[in-house]
Every structure is written in C-alpha cells, then in structure tokens.
C-alpha cells in the first residue's frame, strides 16, 4: 500500500467506525464491536501491517494516520460506552421503582379506641394541671382493694363492689380490682419510701372490674380515672375546683354539673358528680372526697399534717357523655361501623 493510499484507509476506517460505534445499542454490542475495529484481525490491524514495505518518511505519515484512527476509534468508542452505561442504569432504576404510594391508598388507617383517646385527653388535662400519671396493677390483694381503703371484712360497703374473686393464694387473698382507688394506697407509700412523703398530685388511670349485669350505662371491665391531692391544709373547695376546672377543659362549658352528697368509706366528707347536656338525663360520672385519716396512715402519710382529696372518674362514661353514645356497650362491642366514627 502506498502511504496515500493508507491514508484513505485510515480515513474511510476512522469515519465508518465512528458510525457503527455510534449506532451500538448496547454495552455487549459494542464490546464485539471494539474487537471486530482494534482487535488483531480488524482492518485496521492488517493495513498497519504494510508499513513495514514502505519507505521512512512515507512509513512516518501512514503510521501517524493509523494512529489517529486507532486514538479516535477508541475514543469514540469510550464515550459510547459511557453514554450506553448511563442508559442501562437508567433503566434498571425505572423498572425497579416502587411507587410506594399506589400501596398506600387503599389501605385504611386504624386509630386508637375512643375511650384510649379518652384517657389520652384526661391525662394531658391533668399532666397540664401539674398532675403526674401512676399506674397500678389490675390483680389486687384484698388488702390494697379494701383493707387499707378503710373497708374492713364484712364491711356493708364491700356490697356495692361486685367482685371478682381468683382462685389463687388463700382464699380471698386476690381479687381483680374493684376500683383505681388501691392505687392511691400504693402510690402514697411510694411516695412516703422514695420522696419522704407528699405534696402528692397524681392521676390513675386504669382497667377495673365488677362482677355484675352490664347494661347501656354499665360494663364489666371499665376504665377509671383516680385522682388522688395531698398537700398542706387542702380543702373541700380545691376539690370541688379541680373537678369544675377538669369538666371545662374536656367538654365545654356547655355540661351541667351538681355535686351530691354521699358516702365512701376511704373519704369523708364524701360526694357523688353527676353530669347532663342542659335538659338531658343526669349521669353519675364520678365519686370523691376528702381522704380520710386511716387512709392516709395506711399510705404512710400523718393525717395532722397533711390533708387531701381524691376523686374516681368513669373513663368510659366521660366518653359516652362526650360522643353522646347512647349505649356503653358499644365501646366494647368491636364494630367497626361504630368504631370508625370516632
Ligand atoms: N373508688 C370509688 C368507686 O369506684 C370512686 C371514688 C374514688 C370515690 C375516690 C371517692 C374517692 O366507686
């Protein structure tokens, strides 16, 4: 070959190339074709074999010739790769998207039971009246239940709590709580062991249980909320404050309220609130009073220093009255169509 005549070569080889580079589809493709253009038996390849038949200075122009070929071959190939790389990845990351939204619309969401959402909103009313949150256990000893609330054995009293005995301990020994009022039991000596002794002001909510027929306004297993105040020269009036204060913040000022007098054996004086929507049938929801001094020794507090009140909500009623449900029950009936309208 004569060096004009491998110059064309080079040339025609440079721009054909260039074009089958170009027109790869695909990263496979184009490695075969990186052979078939630079590899030893390309064309390319061969016609650099007749450099060696021609003389020097010919030999130097056709061999800076091939080389640029080769140079822009390669260079031409490599910036396909990258583009066809780029391509590739593209679309492996398309065809694995997950567009997590198309799962999600037709899923329906849950939310908390009424009367959690309930309790939820009682104890953010009193955690914002400085009230701390105590819980307590729902398997009680007879002692915690009654005994130390001041109801001795045979005690008329333990008539108005139907209660759930276990068959495990001595007989007796074990009941399933009657009320959250043990807990104020437990959380004075709490206080008394570890902070040595009050001011106390604490809520306790809690499952209680009473062995008796459930009806539109009574359950079996129902939720209370106890509150229990101890300080210096507490008096009837911060009760009946704290009770009113409560009422407003959770329904409004719209609810009626009447405190009437009653009896508990742990309090003294003692008294009963009921609720109603003006006009509507009045509802018990709660029981309270001014603890009574052998209450607060069995807490471990003296009762010539220290002073309080404590108060028993119905959670369950509180949320019947708020949501105007007409039957209890329902809460625990699991319906979603009732349930999901809260
Ligand atoms: N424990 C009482 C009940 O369940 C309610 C109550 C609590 C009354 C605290 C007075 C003081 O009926």
Not at 239 to 245: A, H, M, N, S
Not at 305 to 334: Q, T
């Amino acid at each position: 070959m004569t060096d004009e005549a491998s110059q064309d070569a080079a040339t025609r080889i440079a721009d054909t190339g260039r074009q089958v580079v170009a027109a790869a589809e695909t990263l496979a493709d184009l490695a075969v074709l990186e052979t078939t253009l630079l590899g030893k038996k390309s064309e390319l390849s061969l016609a650099r074999r007749s450099l060696g038949s021609m003389e020097p200075d010919q030999r130097k122009e056709a061999g800076a010739a091939f080389n640029a070929t080769r140079e822009a071959l390669g260079d031409a190939i490599e910036a396909r790769r990258a583009e066809l790389a780029d391509a590739e990845l593209r679309a492996t990351l398309d065809a694995e998207a997950l567009d997590l939204t198309r799962y999600v619309e037709p899923v329906e969401r849950g939310h908390v039971h009424p009367v959690t959402a309930t309790r939820e909103r009682l104890e953010d009313i009193f955690v914002g009246l400085g009230f701390e949150v105590v819980e307590g256990p729902n398997l009680e000893t007879d002692w915690f239940n009654f005994g130390a609330l001041n109801i001795p054995a045979h005690h008329p009293a333990r008539g108005m709590h139907d209660t759930f005995h276990l068959d495990v301990g001595e007989p007796g020994e074990y009941v399933l709580r009657t009320h959250t009022s043990p807990v104020q039991i437990r959380h004075m000596r709490a206080v008394t062991a570890h902070r040595g002794g009050p001011p106390i002001y604490a809520v306790m909510p809690g499952r209680v249980y009473r062995n008796e027929r459930t009806d539109a306004t009574h359950l079996a297993a129902l939720h209370q909320l106890e509150g229990l105040v101890i300080d210096r020269q507490i008096t009837l009036g911060h009760l009946e404050g704290t009770i009113d204060t409560f009422i407003r913040a959770y329904f409004g000022s719209e609810f009626e309220t009447r405190f009437r007098p009653s009896y508990f054996p742990f309090t003294e004086p003692s008294a009963e609130v009921d609720m109603r929507v003006p006009g509507g049938e009045w509802l018990e929801i709660a029981g309270c009073g001014m603890v009574h001094p052998t209450v607060l020794r069995n807490g471990g507090i003296d009762p010539e220093e220290w002073s309080g009140f404590a108060f028993g909500f119905g959670i369950d009623r509180l949320a019947k009255m708020r949501h105007d449900v007409s039957d209890i029950r329902e809460f625990v009936a699991n319906d979603v169509r009732f349930l999901s309208q809260f």
